[in-house]
């Protein structure tokens, strides 16, 4: 086989896959972009009871807090690497009651609540806050999911 046609088996291969992970990453985030896809596991009852009790239930969803929301890139980026993590804690091991954040999530979750919330931030002396200092979370720590409700 002569060198322009295994370029251009290449430029196709290259082509569809790349048309595949396009599809791919699209359905992904159709499939998992509403927040009755979080609320699909057990774990989640009573976060989620909570929320639908909450005056953001109706101005922002999972994927509005808890995915990184500065580009497309790095919102798939978040959900495949909190997915993966999820998935693995729900079929491999055993969730725990409680769940607690991971670290990495946390600036992801400071920069939205900031991107909703920026004017009443600028009214504090918050919006001068070291990086590393407090976070929004630390003071609102039941917003929006109050307090655990049992779930039934």
Same mark, same amino acid.
């Given at each position: ?50 929320? $639908?009790? /909450? ?6 969803? !999972?994927?509005? *807090? +808890?995915? %990184? ?33 991971? $670290?990495? /999530? ?6 939205? !609540?900031?991107? *909703? +919330?920026? %004017? ?33």
């Amino acid at each position: 086989m002569d060198r322009a046609k295994k370029l251009k088996i290449i430029i196709l291969a290259g082509g569809i896959f790349l048309m595949a992970a396009g599809a791919g990453t699209a359905a992904m985030h159709k499939i998992t972009g509403n927040t009755a896809f979080c609320g699909t596991c057990h774990v989640m009852d009573n976060y989620m009871a909570s929320w $639908e009790h /909450s005056s953001h239930r109706e101005v922002a969803g !999972c994927n509005d *807090c +808890h995915t %990184d929301q500065r580009n497309y890139a790095a919102k798939t980026w978040s959900k495949v690497y909190a997915g993966s993590q999820h998935a693995f804690v729900n079929t491999v091991l055993t969730p725990p009651d409680h769940l607690k954040l991971y $670290e990495a /999530s946390k600036p992801i979750i400071q920069r939205n !609540c900031l991107r *909703c +919330h920026d %004017d009443l931030v600028a009214q504090t002396n918050l919006d001068k806050a070291e990086p590393g200092g407090k976070s929004c979370f630390d003071c609102h720590r039941s917003t929006p999911h109050g307090r655990e409700r049992p779930s039934t």
